[in-house]
């Protein structure tokens, strides 16, 4: 099993719709859990953090399900600038504390 | 605000040639990080250094690639010989604390 798991999709949405994506991961002492958003042929950009309790960020909602070993990351309202594509990251507990496992990314394309 | 610097943007070089990609991270950033990314997949860690020290370089392949901090702020990842396998993106990051923030990376191609 892949330490940090996502569907690499693509989810294609129209606009105005409301898409879900989870990240499960392997190691249940990890502390850590990050959405990251990548341009094509760009660098990821840090979108929000996950925390315990769940985090929203205007459109953005993030969650994490500790028992189950996933993150989430809902986007409502969808734009047609939010098509790219959400890696989400996990801290590897047996590294340093800082050091993230990354997904492979999901893929999201918004139409018209 | 404040961002990673990255040089060069974009890298083509051939087979067995060396090349050197450099990194200047956020100021007051103390943990620096290489990663490689392939087309379709997620960052790999390549390199972590705390300040000058290397604190993980556990997926360096080390019989062609170094990297160095000699002074705890700017880095260098080196790859001699190149091979045509390595290209990718090449991306550094910094953190403070645990949110790495991303470079524009610098994109290799090697022929």
Redesign the interface.
Known sequence: RKE?EQD?GPFNVPEGATVAFNCTYSNSASQ?F?WYRQDC??????LM?VYSSGNEDGRFTAQLNRASQYISLLIRDSKLSDSATY?C?V?DPT???????????TRLQVTL | EAEVAQSPRYKITEKSQAVAFWCDPISGHA?LYWYRQIL??????LV?F?DESV??DSQLPKDRFSAERLKGVDSTLKIQPAELGDSA?Y?CAS?L?????????T?LLVL
Request: no cysteine; aromatic share 8%.
């Open positions: 940090v690499p850590s990050f042929r760009k660098e990821p950009k840090l953090s890696l990251a801290n590294g340093t504390a800082s050091k993230l496992t990354f997904g492979t990314g | 943990t379709g997949q997620g960052p790999e860690l972590q705390q604190v993980d993106m991306l953190s604390l645990e949110t790495q923030y991303f470079g524009p990376g994109r």
